[in-house]
């Protein structure tokens, strides 16, 4: 009970201390040892009381330490060496047995490694995790990045290496006649570089290599030339293999004949590999399209990179028509962000009510009469006082944990943790640990020592007695509270203070009896006699934690991919749960702590009847809904349940192949509408059918983009807009699948993009200075915003979200 009890409390002494303590300092340097062979060396500074945990632990206890590559054509040669002062124990947070290394010696990590032959560069980042003897900090990441031509320089002196960019390229397409058509491929090299022939010895650098996408849509006449200032020999970069290479004095151009195109473009990418006399950057790819259509018709044809996102190691995805137009839209249409943000309120709400909840259960209500009591023996005045500052204790008791969280977070991490998949399948094992505690099988508490120390205080008497009496009161009660508490939290956990206001929320509800029963003590005879109903209210609470845990591991399953628990298998669970508690309230199945059942009373047969009829609501969520072709979902459980679309037996409708075979990320959406999730392929789209763009900053885990797709995008009318008359882009900002590199923002060069979602959420904040969605937004091809962006409102409509889309429309084809 023990481990259970310390993972249900880690993640939450994470998020208190994540911020507040940085108690290790990470050295790293690398030596070549040998032919092709290095040393990669990490060590580590541990503050005083730290410890810093093996990689060569289990995965059921702290995260291993890791070191991870990012780069091509590196190997580990055997296992690391660990130095350091190095004792394995049983571990008091986690209760199992661990090796860690302490605080009065370096940590020191060696790793040797293999690094093929034409690679220059290894980059990663290495893993850890450290503790002291009360508490543990999140899982951090350290960068390492090293270019092996240049180990005698400075590690600033590497990171400009990284950004280089010495080679340029353009695309060019001629009409040869007859279905013939030539490619032209030309690059721009700096002065002292040089680039690789595509017929060079493939056991040297990395030759240019051109690779078609679509290559079965055409057919490749001969093999590709090459022209330029050509120099053949041997490198001495690469062990004087000998090499052909194309030198900065002239344009480099390899030109391509094909014919008979199929289809409308022609894409692919280009890669290539650059080097001067000294060192080599990594290979890189290029992205072409050609479109020989285009070409007959005389259009003008302009070749570059798809996207800046994809050529740059610092990358900015800031667009000054975005930015210009999002100040100053070029539409005067209403209904965009002067709306009314009722996320905190219903915050606050949400935390009211749990604080409700929680004056219901065994561990509070008893202490309702017996506190007031206390408080009413001297005069009235004084009781009434007394009860009123043990009140305001408990707010300011609470509400202090909410504003630890608060400032322990800036406005984008509660957010990401909300969305992330390891912090979801974390909540999903406390809210089922929380969930079986409630029903008697276990019992979480606190240190006994805690409440101990507290009561201590307590008898000091005055303010600070009354205090600490309240401090007790929360300790004490820790097992019932603390459940619900870690949801309240959780439910406010995209909002930076969010924790707050729901712990605020909270507090009040828990207060509020011990000032009122102490100024009218009359009335603590119209209180029910304690009994079985409390622990009812523990199981129905338990049965609630159980179905909201599938929540977040839902968010879990989509952010990462898993499709595991689509909409079919979570509506069946959750079924099921229900279920189980109306026959729990028909006496039919009992838990630990429950009393015997003589008869049904009239409050506990018509709860049993409630919760009958929702089961069979529930149940109605598998009927078909003929307007979206997908399940009917249900009003109650927007947000909770997986999207309808994301199921298992009623897939997605075919998408138009002509255009997915050019632009990968064209898919069916919400409610089968056809959108892109690539903001740059659906802008080239628009652009190409001069269309209005409707972009969708969402997310797997958004509550309120569900609710708008599943109450909104129902409509015939805005699904024939979505569909026909405008280009809807929708980027999830909660990805978790994986960039080909991870890229750093110019605006945060500290953080390095990782993900799809990263990519996303940085492109919002940049152009559009806002990190909440849903968010929706109405712009020209050209990227000029029409209409002020659009959020969730509480009470939308379809007629209010019709006329806002109707508006940008009708703007957009008065400037066509």
């Keep these: 009970m023990r481990y259970l009890f310390s993972l249900s409390l880690l993640f939450l002494s994470m998020l208190v201390n994540a911020q507040n303590f940085d108690p290790v300092q990470w050295t790293y340097s690398l030596t070549e040892i040998g032919d092709s062979e290095y040393m990669l060396e990490f060590e580590a500074a541990i503050d005083e009381g730290w410890t810093v945990y ?79 003897d009360e508490k543990c900090l999140p899982p951090t990441d350290v960068e390492f990045s090293f270019n092996v031509n240049n180990l005698g320089q400075t590690d600033n002196d590497q990171d400009i290496d990284m950004l280089l960019d010495p080679v340029e390229w353009d695309f060019e397409i001629k009409d040869l006649g007859d279905g013939s058509f030539e490619l032209i ?22 030759p240019t290599s051109i690779y078609y996408e679509n290559s079965e849509d055409f057919e490749l006449v001969g093999e590709a030339t090459e022209d330029g200032k050509k120099k053949e020999g041997p490198d ?139 408080f009413t023996k001297d005069t009235k005045r004084k009781g009434w006082v007394n009860g009123l500052i043990y009140a305001l204790s408990i707010i300011v008791i609470y509400v202090a944990l909410g504003l630890v969280l608060t400032a322990a977070f800036g406005p984008e991490a509660l957010n990401r943790l909300s969305t992330n998949w390891i912090a979801n399948t974390l909540f999903f094992i406390i809210f089922v640990v929380f969930a079986f505690s409630f029903f008697g099988y276990y019992e ?17 008497g005055g303010i600070i007695g009354i205090f600490f009496m ?41 207060a509020l009896p011990f000032g009122l029963f102490a100024a009218f003590p009359a009335w603590l005879n119209t209180l029910p006699q304690s009994g079985g109903w409390m622990n009812s209210v523990k199981v129905v609470l338990g049965f609630l934690e159980l179905a909201l845990a ?67 609501y529930l149940a109605t969520g598998f009927l078909s809904n003929e307007k979206t072709g997908n399940y009917n979902s249900l009003g109650v459980l927007s947000g909770l349940a997986p999207p309808a679309h994301y199921n298992f037996f009623k897939p997605s409708g075919e998408v138009d192949e002509s255009i997915k075979s050019v632009y990968p990320s064209y898919t069916m959406c919400a409610n089968n509408i056809p959108c892109f999730k690539d903001y740059y392929e659906g802008l080239d789209y628009a652009k190409k059918e001069n269309k209005m763009v409707f972009l969708d900053f969402t997310g797997f885990g958004c509550v309120n983009c569900r609710k708008v797709e599943e109450h909104i995008w129902v409509s015939e009318e805005i699904r024939h807009k979505l569909s ?90 008065n400037l066509k």
Excluded at 489 to 501: D, E, K, L, M, R
Aim: with cysteine; hydrophobic share 40%.
């Design 470 to 510: 309240a401090f007790t009161l929360a300790l004490v009660s820790f097992s019932c509270t603390g459940p619900i508490i870690g949801s309240a939290i959780v439910s406010a956990a995209s909002n930076a203070v969010g924790p707050s206001v729901v712990m605020l929320g909270f507090a009040i509800a828990l």
């Design 444 to 460: 979480i508490t606190l240190p006994s020592s805690w409440s101990t120390k507290s009561d201590s205080m307590a008898d000091k």
């Design 185 to 206: 491929f030309v690059a721009q090299i700096e002065d002292n570089w040089t680039v690789y022939s595509l017929y060079t010895e493939d056991n040297g650098p990395f």
């Design 236 to 374: 001495p970069l690469f062990d004087n293999v000998n090499v052909i290479k194309y030198l900065s004095d002239k344009d480099f151009s390899i030109k391509q004949i094909i014919k008979n195109p199929k289809k409308k473009q022609i894409n692919g990418y280009i890669s290539y590999m650059t080097c001067d006399d000294e060192k080599c950057l990594s290979p890189t790819d290029v992205e072409f399209i050609f479109d020989p259509q285009k070409m007959l018709a005389g259009e003008a044809i302009t070749m570059s990179p798809s996207n800046p996102f994809d050529d740059l190691a610092i990358v900015d995805q800031r667009i000054g028509s975005i930015i210009e137009t999002y100040a100053n839209p070029i539409g005067d249409c209403i209904g965009g962000e002067e709306t009314e943000d009722r996320g905190l309120p219903m915050s606050f709400l949400f935390g009211f009510l749990g604080g409700l909840l929680a004056l219901l259960t065994p561990c509070v209500f008893p202490m309702i009469p017996l506190t007031v009591s206390f």
């Design 724 to 813: 026909n008359e405008s280009v809807l882009i929708s980027l999830y900002v909660d990805d978790d699948k994986k960039l080909t590199e991870p890229k750093v923002s110019q605006r945060d060069k500290s953080k390095k993009m990782r993900n799809v979602g990263n990519k996303w959420a940085d492109f919002q904040i940049v152009n559009f200075e806002q990190n909440s969605q849903p968010l929706y937004v109405m712009m020209t091809p050209n990227e000029e915003v029409i209409a002020k962006p659009r959020g969730y409102r509480q009470n939308e409509g379809i007629e209010e979200y019709n006329a806002y889309m109707e508006c940008g429309l009708n703007t957009f084809k």
């Design 54 to 132: 093996s990689q060569y632990n289990s995965d059921e206890g702290p995260v291993p330490t890791s070191i991870n590559f990012e780069s091509d054509g590196v190997s580990k040669i055997g296992d690391s060496e660990e130095l350091g002062h190095r004792k394995s124990v049983m571990d008091n947070i986690f209760g199992i047995e661990v090796t860690k290394f302490l605080s009065d010696e370096p940590f020191i990590i060696r790793q040797r490694l293999g690094l093929e032959k034409g690679q220059s560069m290894i980059t990663g980042y290495l893993t850890y995790m450290t503790c002291d």
């Design 550 to 616: 599938f929540k977040f591991l839902s968010v879990a399953d989509m952010t990462n991919h898993w499709s595991f628990l689509k909409y079919e298998l979570f509506m069946g669970i959750w079924v099921v749960l229900f279920a189980l508690l109306s026959l729990y309230f028909f006496g039919i199945i009992k838990f630990p702590h429950d009393s015997p059942i003589k008869r049904l009373g009239i409050m506990r047969l018509s709860f049993a009847l409630l919760t009958t009829a929702f089961t069979v």
